[in-house]
């Protein structure tokens, strides 16, 4: 048996805590780029679908033995890692279209402007000067 030890439990919960804050860090940031419109939604529903995982494991976790728990863990950390990555690669996709649709916005509001000043309508001050960026 192994006798257990104060300071590697505190080390092993230090970077247990630190692996779990980058965790939320990432996951933060990726719901804000796929889903700009609704990042609390996104972040809310991912939080909740992270603690219902850690309360079934909780209650599973007396009745595995330890390989069977650590395979269940390897399992989900790569299932986890292939899913971050689809989604790295929508968000890029997503980051390209969002890029082209605000330059395609740009020039329609650079060639609308010139129309409007010929109207006799003048453009507001922060319109007038976001439009020559």
Same mark, same amino acid.
């Given at each position: 048996?192994?006798?257990g030890c104060v300071?590697?439990?505190?080390?092993?919960?230090?970077?247990?805590?630190?692996?779990?804050?980058?965790?939320?860090?990432?996951?933060?940031?990726?719901?804000?780029?796929?889903?700009?419109?609704?990042?609390?939604?996104?972040?809310s529903i991912s939080?909740f679908y992270q603690?219902?995982?850690?309360?079934?494991?909780?209650?599973?976790?007396?009745?595995?033995?330890?390989?069977?728990?650590?395979?269940? +863990?390897?399992?989900?950390?790569?299932?986890?890692?292939? +899913?971050?990555?689809?989604?790295?690669?929508?968000?890029?996709?997503?980051?390209?279209?969002?890029?082209?649709?605000?330059?395609?916005?740009?020039?329609?509001?650079?060639?609308?402007?010139?129309? +409007?000043?010929?109207?006799?309508?003048?453009?507001?001050?922060?319109?007038?000067?976001?439009?020559?960026?």
């Amino acid at each position: 048996m192994v006798q257990g030890c104060v300071p590697v439990a505190l080390v092993i919960a230090f970077l247990l805590g630190c692996a779990d804050s980058c965790f939320n860090t990432v996951r933060t940031v990726i719901c804000a780029l796929v889903l700009p419109a609704q990042r609390t939604e996104a972040f809310s529903i991912s939080k909740f679908y992270q603690s219902l995982t850690c309360c079934i494991l909780l209650f599973v976790a007396n009745k595995l033995t330890v390989p069977a728990f650590t395979g269940m +863990l390897a399992v989900k950390c790569l299932l986890a890692a292939m +899913l971050y990555f689809v989604v790295v690669a929508r968000a890029r996709t997503g980051d390209a279209e969002s890029t082209r649709t605000a330059r395609q916005s740009a020039a329609a509001a650079r060639g609308t402007l010139p129309f +409007l000043t010929r109207l006799g309508i003048r453009p507001a001050e922060s319109t007038a000067t976001a439009g020559t960026a």
